[in-house]
C-alpha cells in the first residue's frame, strides 16, 4: 500500500495529512516517504515520520524530530513527548490541524538542519 491510499482511508481528513506530507518533504531536495514498521519516514532525512491511525480513531500521528520544549506550543494542536527520547508528537484530527502541524514541521526541519550535537534550544533562540 502507498502513502496516498493510506492516508486515503481517513477520508476527510485525507487532504490536510496529504498536504502536510506534501509540505514536509518539499523542505529537503529528493525527500520521499518510506514505510518502516508502522510509519511513513521522511527518508533520507529522519525529521518527520507519519502514523496513519484509520482502523480505529481515523487519525494520523505526526511524530517530529525535537524535543517538546523546542517547539513553540500552538494551543490549535498540543504537541507531546514521544517515545523516543529526542522526538515529539501531535495528532491531527481536524483540517484546522494544518496551520500548526506545518509550524512544528517547520520547526523539526530546522532543528535537524542544525543537527544532534545541538544544544537543546528554545524556540525563540533558533533562526528558521
Request: glycine share 4%; charged share 25%.
Amino acid at each position: 500500500m502507498t502513502f496516498e491510499e493510506e492516508v486515503g482511508k481517513l477520508n476527510e481528513l485525507a487532504p490536510t495529512v496529504q498536504a502536510l506530507a506534501n509540505y514536509a518533504t518539499s523542505l529537503f531536495p529528493h525527500s520521499k516517504l518510506v514505510h518502516k514498521g508502522n510509519r511513513w519516514v521522511c527518508d533520507p532525512r529522519n525529521f518527520v515520520a507519519f502514523e496513519i491511525r484509520w482502523k480505529r480513531r481515523g487519525v494520523a500521528v505526526v511524530t517530529l524530530r525535537g524535543m517538546t520544549s523546542e517547539f513553540e506550543k500552538q494551543t490549535a494542536l498540543p504537541i507531546r513527548k514521544a517515545r523516543s527520547a529526542s522526538y515529539s508528537e501531535c495528532v491531527i484530527e481536524t483540517a484546522r490541524h494544518l496551520g500548526p502541524a506545518v509550524a512544528y514541521v517547520a520547526r523539526a526541519a530546522a532543528l535537524y538542519r542544525v543537527g544532534p550535537r545541538r544544544s537543546f534550544t528554545r524556540p525563540e533562540e533558533l533562526e528558521l
